[in-house]
């Protein structure tokens, strides 16, 4: 059995910050590819960041130069610092990572997300 467990969501004002982080846990061999996405309601989901065991990273367009992915591989926990954020940014940011089970079984696994508010 393998968790995603987010954390750090919370109301922020336009062009403040927040940090979130994300930690896997259970029958966990390694970790592969963590991610982070969004979904505001009414929307599809989107790639918000990903990051690479070795430290390689991809944003969406839209975030770069402001939010900056990273992870602790010995911890197994992603971490996203979002800076200037914009009250469309206001949704559920989920975590998902790719593990490799002690069964040796390869999943995609999801959090259930944590909501960021952005208002004044």
């Known amino acids: 059995q393998v968790q995603l467990v987010e954390s750090g969501g919370g109301l922020v004002q336009p062009g403040g910050s927040l940090r979130l982080a994300c930690a896997a846990s259970?029958?966990?061999?390694?970790?592969?590819?963590m991610g982070w996405y969004r979904q505001a309601p009414g929307k599809q989901r989107e790639l918000v960041a990903a990051i690479t065991p070795v430290g390689s990273t991809n944003y969406a367009d839209s975030v770069k130069r402001r939010f900056t992915i990273s992870r602790d591989n010995a911890k197994n926990k992603v971490y996203q610092k979002m800076n200037s954020l914009k009250p469309e940014e206001t949704a559920f940011y989920l975590c998902?990572?790719?593990?490799?089970?002690?069964?040796?079984?390869?999943?995609?696994?999801w959090g259930k997300g944590t909501l960021v508010t952005v208002s004044l």
């Open positions: 998902t990572a790719r593990i490799v089970a002690i069964s040796s079984s390869i999943v995609e696994y």
């Open positions: 259970g029958s966990i061999f390694s970790v592969n590819y």
